[in-house]
Nanobody, 124 residues
Framework: QVQLVESGGGLVQAGDSLRLSCAASGRTFSSYAMGWFRQAPGKEREFVAAITWSGGTTYYADSVKGRFTISRDNAKNTVYLQMNSLKPEDTAVYYC?????????????????WGQGTQVTVSS
């Protein structure tokens, strides 16, 4: 079992930066691939970024590539999402997720564990 707790969301202006954190419980954190997803009101949950268990490979949605960076610290059982140059269209609840097959990291339905989400609001 893995429990995930996100933090770091908030209200910012366009062009600002935020760093989200996702703290995980459980001794097997370092063996899990991790992902970040987001869901805006009235829209489906969408993939944002993912990282393999070692941190050696990362994946990004085209909409955030070059602006967001996913990273992890296995010693701290934490995964991060650094978000720069934020846009109003980045406004959403952001969720971290754990444990999906390597070939399916972009698919939210493949993840076994989810956090409660953290709200990110970007004003124009």
């Amino acid at each position: 079992q893995v429990q995930l707790v996100e933090s770091g969301g908030g209200l910012v202006q366009a062009g600002d930066s935020l760093r989200l954190s996702c703290a995980a419980s459980g001794r097997t954190f370092s063996s899990y691939a991790m992902g970040w997803f987001r869901q805006a009101p009235g829209k489906e949950r969408e993939f944002v970024a993912a990282i393999t268990w070692s941190g050696g490979t990362t994946y990004y949605a085209d909409s955030v590539k070059g602006r967001f960076t996913i990273s992890r610290d296995n010693a701290k059982n934490t995964v991060y999402l650094q978000m720069n140059s934020l846009k109003p269209e980045d406004t959403a609840v952001y969720y971290c997720a754990a444990d999906a097959p390597f070939s399916r990291l972009r698919s939210w339905s493949e993840y076994d564990y989810w956090g409660q989400g953290t709200q990110v609001t970007v004003s124009s």
